[in-house]
């Protein structure tokens, strides 16, 4: 596969004269533009993984009223477990509720997106894989998970205009921490 379909790493090894075709295959090689990317996030690595923490638990402790409330629950965390805060997401009782939270999301401009088609339920998955069991569970988180904006370049009061926002949504009032009138 990452040899475009060919033998070449044999080749390559002296294993064989000559390369060619043997299978499927496609250019998994990166370019030298996202291998610069790459190289200046990893050499940042640490304090965009700080970033993102900083942001997931601002987004934990912001809506611990609404989780509080049973309006949605939020990623449990394990104290023995560690996380880079990669993604943020809630989940909505329902798939009503949660196209009702992400269409008003986006009415006031922000980008909030379900997740996944769970894999048993996708294409691939139902042609190549196969599961046990009715996955009730599996399916009732896909289609209350919203997930929220994580990305790293957000900071502290974008994050609390999100989470003011979905305390509007759910007609409820914020923590005073989070009631400044500015967005």
């Known amino acids: 596969m990452w040899e475009k379909g ?12 000559k390369y060619e075709w043997v299978d499927l295959g496609s250019s998994y090689v ?10 200046a996030q990893l050499e940042q690595c640490q304090e ?25 629950r939020t990623p449990s965390l394990s104290p023995h477990n560690q996380h880079n805060g990669h993604i ?3 989940i909505l009782p329902s798939t009503e509720k949660r196209i009702f939270f992400e ?3 986006k009415k006031r401009g922000i980008s909030a997106f379900s997740h996944y088609v769970p894999l048993h339920a996708a294409p691939a998955g139902k042609k190549f894989g196969r599961s046990h069991g009715s996955m009730d569970t599996t399916i009732d988180v896909y289609n209350g998970l919203l997930r929220l904006p994580v990305w790293v370049g957000l ?3 974008d994050i609390q205009s999100v989470i003011r926002a979905l305390y509007e949504i759910a007609s409820l009032d914020p923590p005073a921490s989070l009631s400044s009138s500015s967005s």
């Open 6 to 17: 060919t033998n070449r790493y044999d080749f390559m090894q002296g294993k064989i004269d």
């Open 48 to 72: 965009i993984t700080a970033a993102r923490l900083f942001n997931f638990h601002l987004y934990k402790n912001g809506l611990k009223g609404l989780e509080d409330r049973g309006v949605l």
């Open 30 to 39: 990166p370019s030298e533009i996202s291998c610069a990317v790459l190289l």
């Open 88 to 90: 943020f997401f809630i």
């Open 103 to 105: 269409n008003q999301l």
């Open 155 to 157: 900071n502290e009061e």
